[in-house]
C-alpha cells in the first residue's frame, strides 16, 4: 500500500477524535468558541513548531482574496459541523458532512467546465437519497443533519475553489496562516461568548489543536506523496472511525435507516471517482477475459 494512502487513513481515523472533543466542549461553550478555540490553538501550535524547526512562516502574496475566502469557508463548514454535533450523533453529523466531495465535483463541472460523465451523475443521485434518508429518519426533518449537510457545502465549496489554488506549501506554514487567519475571523463572534475557563475547557482545548494540527500534517504529508485521485476515496474512512467513537464515547447506536443513507452517501461519492478511461479499461479487460475463456474452450 502507498505510504500517502497509510498516512491518509491514519488522518481520517484521528478526525472523529477532534469531533467528539468539539462536542464535548458543546455542553459549555458555543459553537463559534469551539471552533476559534481549536484553529487558534493549532495556529500556536504550528507557530512553537515553526520556531523550533526554524521555518519561515510565509503569507502567499498571491491569490490573498482567494485564500479569504476559501478560509470563510472552512470556518463556516466546521462552524455548522459543531452546531450540528451539538444536535445529532457524531456518525449522523460526519455522514451529512461527507456530502462534500460530490458538491465539489458539480461545483468544478460549472467552475472549470469538467464533464459530468455518467459515474458521477450516478454517484450524485445516489448521495443525494441518502442525504434524504438521514435527513428523515423518523418522518420529519432533522434540523441538525440539515446543518451538517449545509457544512457540507461550504466544505465541497472549498475543496472545489482549493483546486485553482497555489499546491500545498510548506505544511507548517500553511496550518499557521490558515489557522491564525480563520481564528481573527471568527474572534468578534466567539470572545464575547467564552463563558467558563478552566481545566475542564483548557486540557480539551489543547488536545483539540493537537489533533487538528496533526491531521493537517499527515493529510499534507499525504497529498505530497500520493495523487489526489488514489487518495479522495479514503477520506470516507472518516465516517468507518466515526461510528465506534460515537458508540464508545457518547453510548451513541445509529439506527438502521441512518446507516443505509450514510452508506448511499459514502457509495456515491466512491462511484463518482470512476473515469471513463477506468470504465473503458473494466470493460477491455472483460473482453479479453471473455475471449481467453471462449479459446479455452475451443
Given at each position: 500500500m502507498q505510504s500517502g494512502v497509510l498516512l491518509i487513513l491514519l488522518s481520517m481515523s484521528l478526525t472523529p477524535f477532534g469531533d467528539a472533543l468539539s462536542k464535548q466542549l458543546g455542553d459549555t461553550q458555543s459553537p463559534f468558541v469551539i471552533?476559534?478555540?481549536?484553529?487558534?490553538?493549532?495556529?500556536?501550535?504550528?507557530?512553537?513548531?515553526?520556531?523550533?524547526?526554524?521555518?519561515?512562516?510565509?503569507?502567499?502574496?498571491?491569490?490573498?482574496?482567494?485564500?479569504?475566502?476559501?478560509?470563510?469557508l472552512v470556518m463556516a463548514a466546521m462552524t455548522l459541523l459543531i452546531i450540528a454535533l451539538s444536535m445529532i450523533p457524531l456518525a449522523n453529523a460526519v455522514g451529512g458532512f461527507l456530502i462534500a466531495p460530490i458538491v465539489a465535483i458539480l461545483l468544478s463541472v460549472r467552475l472549470y467546465r469538467e464533464r459530468l460523465s455518467w459515474p458521477r451523475i450516478a454517484g450524485a443521485f445516489a448521495s443525494f437519497l441518502?442525504?434524504?434518508?438521514?435527513?428523515?429518519?423518523?418522518g420529519g426533518v432533522d434540523t441538525?443533519?440539515?446543518?451538517?449537510?449545509l457544512g457540507g457545502v461550504c466544505l465541497g465549496a472549498f475543496l472545489a475553489l482549493s483546486?485553482?489554488?497555489?499546491?500545498?506549501?510548506?505544511?507548517?506554514?500553511?496550518?499557521?496562516?490558515?489557522?491564525?487567519?480563520?481564528?481573527?475571523?471568527?474572534?468578534?463572534?466567539?470572545?464575547?461568548?467564552?463563558?467558563?475557563?478552566?481545566?475542564?475547557?483548557?486540557?480539551?482545548?489543547?488536545?483539540?489543536?493537537?489533533?487538528?494540527?496533526?491531521?493537517?500534517?499527515?493529510?499534507?504529508?499525504?497529498?505530497?506523496r500520493t495523487e489526489a485521485s488514489t487518495l479522495a476515496p479514503f477520506f470516507y474512512f472518516n465516517l468507518v472511525a466515526a461510528i465506534p467513537v460515537g458508540f464508545f464515547w457518547f453510548g451513541e447506536v445509529p439506527g438502521f435507516i441512518t446507516l443505509s443513507g450514510l452508506a448511499l452517501i459514502v457509495l456515491g461519492g466512491?462511484?463518482?471517482?470512476?473515469s471513463?478511461?477506468?470504465?473503458?479499461?473494466?470493460?477491455?479487460?472483460?473482453?479479453?477475459?471473455?475471449?481467453?475463456?471462449?479459446?479455452?474452450?475451443?
Open positions: 471552533v476559534f478555540l481549536r484553529y487558534f490553538t493549532a495556529g500556536l501550535i504550528a507557530l512553537v513548531i515553526a520556531r523550533a524547526t526554524k521555518t519561515p512562516i510565509r503569507i502567499p502574496t498571491q491569490d490573498r482574496g482567494g485564500m479569504v475566502v476559501r478560509t470563510a441518502g442525504a434524504i434518508l438521514i435527513l428523515q429518519p423518523a441538525g443533519t440539515l446543518y451538517a449537510l483546486r485553482g489554488a497555489a499546491a500545498f506549501g510548506n505544511p507548517v506554514s500553511a496550518l499557521a496562516v490558515q489557522c491564525l487567519l480563520g481564528s481573527a475571523m471568527l474572534a468578534p463572534l466567539a470572545l464575547p461568548q467564552i463563558t467558563t475557563v478552566g481545566a475542564t475547557v483548557f486540557l480539551p482545548v489543547i488536545a483539540l489543536g493537537l489533533v487538528t494540527a496533526l491531521t493537517h500534517f499527515l493529510t499534507v504529508m499525504a497529498y505530497q466512491l462511484v463518482s471517482l470512476i471513463p478511461q477506468m470504465l473503458q479499461k473494466l470493460l477491455r479487460n472483460e473482453i479479453n477475459s471473455l475471449r481467453e475463456s471462449e479459446g479455452n474452450r475451443r
